[in-house]
């Protein structure tokens, strides 16, 4: 989902600059972290031997930064990065901020606003619709695809992030059933259904719904759906 700065209004253009200039540091300063073990287990599941597309190695890049926290550090690697190195720009402390807050889910494209972005109805969680500026994706996307993605705010827009493969309609049917069931029975274990809590604590189940139809896998019986964050 890289964004077509070329086709897209100048104020626009200018907001992606403000991101690319808040982000800069966080990269730099996380460029050595090496993901552990553990992250990949957490990220891939039962889909681990499995070969990645580039989708999918991307979201697990995301995923680390922004959702995997270990090591005995219940904070994420951009909320250390925040604790530690708090920027003085406002803008690039709520651009952090935001990408700190987010999870990615399902979306399906409901509408395709050339030269401007699309609009975005979040499966998993009843079809809260969204405006996404992205003029390359409107440009190279159809309505009724899906796919999983997280968002979160830069200014006045709302910008995206990859976190799996795009799916076609019928996959899209298969990957939400996979995760709906996650769902119910980390409820189950929980009490809770709160389906945004379901999403931090659990974000990696979204890029493995996307497993689960693309590679026709299913994890084994046995696999136990816990609580753990």
């Given at each position: ?27 730099e ?55 530690e ?11 952090l ?6 999870r990615?889910s399902l ?7 050339d ?15 969204v ?5 390359l994706f ?32 019928e ?8 995760l ?43 696999e ?6």
């Amino acid at each position: 989902m890289e964004p077509g700065e070329e086709a897209e209004a100048p104020e626009v253009v200018q907001w992606r600059e403000k991101e690319a200039a808040a982000i800069e540091p966080f990269a730099e300063w996380s460029a050595d972290f090496q993901p552990s073990a553990s992250a990949m287990q957490r990220f891939f599941g039962e889909y681990l031997l499995e070969e990645p597309d580039d989708d999918e190695v991307e979201a697990f890049a995301e995923f680390v930064l922004f959702d995997h926290a270990e090591n005995g550090d219940d904070r994420t690697l951009v909320r250390q990065f925040l604790d530690e190195h708090v920027p003085a720009d406002e803008d690039a402390l709520r651009i952090l901020e935001s990408l700190a807050d987010s999870r990615p889910s399902l979306y399906r494209i409901a509408e395709c606003r050339d030269g401007m972005g699309v609009v975005l109805e979040d499966l998993f969680r009843h079809g809260e619709a969204v405006f996404l500026t992205d003029a390359l994706f409107a440009a190279t996307s159809a309505p009724g695809m899906v796919v999983p993605c997280r968002l979160y705010r830069v200014g006045t827009h709302i910008f995206g992030r990859p976190a799996g493969t795009a799916l076609e309609p019928e996959e899209a049917v298969g990957a939400l059933a996979w995760l709906e069931a996650r769902f119910c029975r980390w409820a189950a274990v929980t009490h809770c259904v709160d389906r945004h809590d379901f999403l931090r604590r659990r974000p990696e189940l979204v890029t493995q719904s996307t497993y689960a139809v693309t590679r026709g896998m299913e994890p084994a019986p046995e696999e136990q759906t816990t609580a753990e964050p």
